[in-house]
């Protein structure tokens, strides 16, 4: 699987932004997808995730409430609805795809087998 991040920016506090991650190489509904993001001098953190069967969703707690996760299977593509952005939300976000792995994992990063190149959010105060 080869994914594509996009639609990172420069943004204001409180503001929005939607990242999009296409998928192409194998059949993407049969993975999990999730958004991770790296700020500067910190560890990769887990984000969201959206499972392959039910479209159930699942988001770390800094995010819950001004994140969303969604899928479209007909078009490849995973997105990440950022809304009321802080500047702690600063970061390198990445999209990772897996297939097969258990439910307790989903916010392990080491369970994904595939990576996007990564998409640059910054939020201004």
């Known amino acids: 699987v080869q994914l594509q991040a996009s639609g990172g920016g420069l943004v204001q506090a409180g503001g929005s932004l939607r990242l999009s991650c296409a998928a192409s190489?194998?059949?993407?509904?049969?993975?999990?997808m999730a958004w991770f993001r790296q700020a500067p001098g910190k560890e990769r953190e887990f984000v969201a995730a959206?499972?392959?069967?039910?479209?159930?969703?699942y988001f770390a707690d800094s995010v819950k409430g001004r994140f969303t996760i969604s899928r479209s299977n007909a078009e490849n593509t995973v997105y990440l609805q950022m809304n009321s952005l802080k500047p702690e939300d600063t970061a390198v976000y990445y999209c990772?795809?897996?297939?097969?792995?258990?439910?307790?994992?989903?916010?392990?990063?080491?369970?994904?087998?595939?990576w996007g190149q990564g998409t640059q959010v910054t939020v201004s105060s």
């Open positions: 959206i499972r392959w069967i039910g479209g159930y969703t």
């Open positions: 990772a795809a897996r297939q097969g792995g258990i439910l307790t994992t989903i916010r392990d990063g080491s369970t994904y087998d595939y």
């Open positions: 190489g194998r059949t993407f509904s049969n993975y999990d």
